[in-house]
């Protein structure tokens, strides 16, 4: 009777040791967003021989190792995503988790401006100048580099916000656009930072942007400074966080001198605040 007990014991501890060491645990921040905003996922206790992956909605979020059974993963949410819950699910050998993503329910402000006409209503010309642009940009969004960046992103300019993301811009009193980043306040020849590592993938000047600048963080994460007065690296070149990239200038459609500061994470368009406060200690 006794070694019957001991059997069941140790078949349980077994058992429970087994289910503990390779129950993988996922943890999602943060809970709640707003359309445009940036997410990460984390992993642990990821088993060894089993491979782990992140959908939202059905899109895969792409995963970096993070050490021993850990991996993260940085994603986004369309910025005319219907708010609500989304699900996140995690698949791990014969695991599956499902987390869920709330979706708050934004208020973009209305913004009006005004702007030179020929700036607005495009000739034949500038048309086709900014549609192959806008056609190049889209190329690049869709190139998913091994990860470059390492820690939390930090802005590029240290001063205030002019125009929140998600703006709907009223130009001349007809045209309608969204503001796909932010716009920070700067002086004309001010240094701009790299917002973290990474490689310049693109550095010329734009019909919209003026000299812009483009640089791949790896793992589908770009960062995009527009209107610069000129540049301080080229394409090609790797910069570190903090590197100076560049100079304020009022390039392209801009009324002055600022800093159009955009961030894509798998080619959405993603609020650059919310990629700033990620905390992505490895
Ligand atoms: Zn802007």
Same mark, same amino acid.
């Given at each position: 009777m006794t070694r019957l007990l001991m059997y069941f014991a140790l078949v349980f501890a077994v058992f429970t040791c087994t289910t503990s060491a390779f129950a993988i645990h996922a943890d999602i921040q943060p809970r709640n967003v707003f359309p445009g905003d940036a997410f990460m996922v984390r992993l642990s206790d990821?088993?060894?021989s089993q491979a782990a992956s992140v959908f939202i909605e059905g899109a895969e979020v792409p995963l970096e190792g993070c050490g021993e059974g850990c991996a993260f993963g940085i994603g986004a949410v369309e910025i005319d995503t219907t708010p609500g819950e989304k699900s996140v699910i995690i698949n791990s050998g014969p695991y599956r988790l499902s987390l869920i993503l709330s979706v708050r329910t934004p208020n973009f402000p209305e913004m009006r401006l005004k702007l030179p006409q020929d700036k607005v209503s495009l000739g034949p010309e500038d048309l086709a100048r900014a549609k192959k642009e806008e056609e190049k940009l889209k190329e690049i969004w869709q190139q998913i580099t091994p990860r470059l960046f390492q820690g939390d992103f930090m802005l590029p300019l240290p001063n205030p916000v002019s125009a929140v993301f998600g703006a709907k811009r009223i130009i001349n009193d007809q045209t309608v656009s969204v503001h796909r980043g932010i716009d920070l306040r700067g002086k004309q020849g001010e240094q701009i930072r790299a917002? /973290?590592?990474? +490689?310049?993938v693109l550095a010329e000047e734009l #019909? #919209?942007?003026? /000299?812009t600048l483009v640089i791949d963080h790896g793992a589908g994460i770009y960062t995009v400074y527009m209107?610069?007065? +000129? #540049?301080a690296v080229n394409r090609g070149d790797l910069v570190a966080k903090g590197d100076i990239i560049g100079f304020v200038g009022s390039t392209? +459609?801009?009324?002055?001198?600022?800093l159009h500061f955009g961030v894509k994470i798998l080619s959405i368009n993603t609020n650059p605040l919310s990629l700033m406060k990620l905390q992505i200690s490895e």
């Open positions: 990821i088993a060894p917002a /973290n590592y990474g +490689r310049t #019909f #919209f942007g003026g /000299n209107h610069l007065d +000129r #540049f392209g +459609r801009a009324t002055g001198p600022h």
